[in-house]
Nanobody
Framework: QVQLVESGGGSVQAGGSLRLSCAASNFMYSSNCMGWFRQPPGWEREWVASTYIPAGRTYIGDSVKGRFTISQDNAKNTVYLQMNSLKAEDTAMYYC???????????????????WGQGTQVTVSS
């Protein structure tokens, strides 16, 4: 059974930082696209960033570019989302997602990802 387990969420003040982790198991981690999405209350799930594991090629959404970084540790089958200079509008549930092979591209829809973590809450107070 594929598992994606997120961690690292929490509450911070505006301007602060958090690092989210997504640990993958029972999964062809090395051949996949992995992404981060977020969903504020009452809003649709929004793509944030992706990384194509075989090449380490990354994509970042315009709303977080320059503040968020996606990275990977292949020895740990783990993808990270480093979030700096957090803003109140970054408040959301953050989800890790994985595809079934194939490259990433910017602004993928949630439907293009097969596996999902349970989510981790990020709350930024202004």
């Amino acid at each position: 059974q594929v598992q994606l387990v997120e961690s690292g969420g929490g509450s911070v003040q505006a301007g602060g930082s958090l690092r989210l982790s997504c640990a993958a198991s029972n999964f062809m981690y090395s051949s996949n696209c992995m992404g981060w999405f977020r969903q504020p209350p009452g809003w649709e799930r929004e793509w944030v960033a992706s990384t194509y594991i075989p090449a380490g090629r990354t994509y970042i959404g315009d709303s977080v570019k320059g503040r968020f970084t996606i990275s990977q540790d292949n020895a740990k089958n783990t993808v990270y989302l480093q979030m700096n200079s957090l803003k109140a509008e970054d408040t959301a549930m953050y989800y890790c997602a994985a595809g079934r092979g194939g490259a990433c591209r910017p602004y993928q829809s949630p439907a293009e990802f097969t596996y999902w973590g349970q989510g981790t809450q990020v709350t930024v107070s202004s």
